[in-house]
């Protein structure tokens, strides 16, 4: 059974593009989890989704972030108009239901140049 | 405001010299805490989740504890692979969702042969 499985592993962009970040939860998970880690900081939640719904998004900035986690596919978290301070790690995590441990995946770096 | 302290920010020890791990939470409304283990460039590994003070959970040598104000993660005889950042995270109180974890900044830890 594969892990939470991120893409890409890294991430380039220019300020002012768009970056998509993937996630495709444990086989079985229903719920999905995004986190950013500044350099220094702690793990920050951002946004918990359930299959086509968004169930708590207090920790997405208002503006140009956004996430989905549709029917079929990958949950997708998406930044637009990328600036230096989006530079980090994104972490994205599942699990089968809202009250154990989390099985999170490898992370995806994105480096806003 | 909950958040969620991990003390100390780095040690060092010799294989085989045990120590602990501090984590002192504010949270109105703990509904779990968890350890997990992170390795540099990967994402964090779950190792234990408590719920309630006086609980006590033990992996190989690990061994986590919960009071109503702090956790405590015990390293026994540890080996260098035991070297990694160890992160404490609770539930959010009753504002948040369960899937919102407030993580600490994480202890590093360093085992020498």
């Not at chain 1, 920050?44 to 989905?68: C, H, T, W």
């Not at chain 2, 919960?66 to 990694?84: G, N, Q, R, V």
Request: glycine fraction near 10%.
């Amino acid at each position: 059974n594969a892990g939470v499985m991120q893409n890409p592993r890294h991430l380039v962009r220019r300020r002012g593009q768009e970056a998509r970040l993937r996630c495709s939860p444990m086989k079985g998970h229903s719920h999905v989890y995004w986190y950013r880690q500044l350099p220094e900081e702690g793990l920050k939640f951002m946004v918990y989704l359930q299959k086509e719904n968004i169930i708590d998004e207090s920790g997405m900035p208002k503006e140009r972030f956004s996430a989905e986690f549709p029917k079929e596919g990958p949950s997708i978290l998406r930044i637009q108009q990328v600036v230096r301070g989006d530079s980090a790690a994104y972490f994205c995590a599942s699990s089968p239901d809202a009250t154990v441990g989390y099985t999170f995946g490898s992370g995806t770096r994105l480096t806003v140049v | 405001e909950d958040q969620v302290t991990q003390s100390p920010e780095a040690l060092r020890l010799q294989e085989g010299e045990s120590s602990s791990l501090n984590c002192s939470y504010t949270v109105s409304g703990l509904r779990g805490l968890f350890w997990y283990r992170q390795d540099p460039g990967k994402g964090p590994e779950f190792l234990f989740t408590l719920y309630s003070a006086g609980e006590e959970k033990e992996k190989e040598r690990l061994k986590a504890t919960l009071t109503k104000k702090e956790s405590f993660l015990h390293i026994t005889a540890p080996k260098p692979e035991d070297s990694a950042t160890y992160l404490c995270a609770v539930h959010h109180g009753y504002g948040g969702s369960q899937g919102n974890l407030i993580f600490g900044k994480g202890t590093k830890l360093s085992v020498k042969p």
